[in-house]
């Protein structure tokens, strides 16, 4: 079992920058990929960042290269996502979420067995 906690989310304008924060407890944490993944209103989830076990493989989303950077750190427990230059389309709410078997390149939200209780982002235009 791994149970995920978000924080960092809010309201921000076209451009701007927030930080995601998860924290994450349970055994064998550090054996689960991580990912960050969205949802907004009226879409299917979509996986935006993922990171692997030991953070050699990362994966993004082709609509937030260049303007993410997820960050995990093992040894607190914890995974962040970095988001700048934000748009109005970035809106929903973000998941932090773990899992351990996946189909293709983490950007499955199937593969995904544990999530955290979400947090908003709102990027006004």
């Known amino acids: 079992q791994v149970q995920l906690v978000e924080s960092g989310g809010g309201l921000v304008q076209t451009g701007g920058s927030l930080r995601l924060s998860c924290s994450a407890s349970?055994?064998?944490?550090?054996?689960?990929?991580l990912g960050w993944l969205r949802q907004a209103p009226g879409k299917e989830p979509q996986v935006v960042s993922a990171?692997?076990?030991?953070?050699?493989?990362?994966y993004y989303a082709d609509s937030v290269k260049g303007r993410f950077t997820i960050f995990r750190d093992n040894t607190k427990n914890t995974v962040s996502l970095q988001m700048n230059n934000l748009r109005p389309e970035d809106t929903a709410v973000y998941y932090c979420?773990?899992?351990?078997?996946?189909?293709?390149?983490?950007?499955?939200?199937?593969?995904?067995?544990?999530w955290g209780q979400g947090t908003q982002v709102t990027v006004s235009s």
């Open positions: 349970g055994t064998a944490f550090g054996t689960y990929a």
């Open positions: 979420a773990a899992g351990s078997h996946f189909r293709g390149d983490y950007d499955d939200p199937r593969d995904y067995d544990y």
């Open positions: 990171t692997s076990f030991k953070g050699g493989h990362t």
